[in-house]
Nanobody
Framework: VQLQASGGGLVQAGGSLRLSCAASGRSISTYHMAWFRQAPGKEREFVAGISWSVGTTYYANFVKGRFTISRDNAKNAVYLQMNSLKPEDTAVYYC????????????????WGQGTQVTVSS
């Protein structure tokens, strides 16, 4: 599975962005999908995940109520709607896929996109 993230950019605090992750090579309909992010000087961290079967969603505490992950298997894509953005949300955002479990650990994911930069100004 090849993944390509897009939709990042520069936004003011309080603004919104919608990230997209387009998959190719095979269908993601049987893959659990997730978004991670990595800020400068920090480790990559889990942001949100969605299961392949019933679409159960999982969020890191720091984005609950602000971010929404969704998937469209027909379009072979996953999205991350980010509202009420804060300067601390500035990071490179990555989409990832695995076939076993939605987990907050990057080691569980087999496929990664190249990342898209999100910068939130104060």
């Amino acid at each position: 599975v090849q993944l390509q993230a897009s939709g990042g950019g520069l936004v003011q605090a309080g603004g919104s962005l919608r990230l997209s992750c387009a998959a190719s090579g095979r269908s993601i309909s049987t893959y659990h999908m997730a978004w991670f992010r990595q800020a400068p000087g920090k480790e990559r961290e889990f942001v949100a995940g969605i299961s392949w079967s019933v679409g159960t969603t999982y969020y890191a505490n720091f984005v609950k109520g602000r971010f929404t992950i969704s998937r469209d298997n027909a379009k072979n894509a996953v999205y991350l709607q980010m509202n009420s953005l804060k300067p601390e949300d500035t990071a490179v955002y990555y989409c990832a896929a695995n076939s076993l479990v939605v987990a907050p650990f990057e080691r569980e994911y087999d496929y990664w996109g190249q990342g898209t930069q999100v910068t939130v100004s104060s």
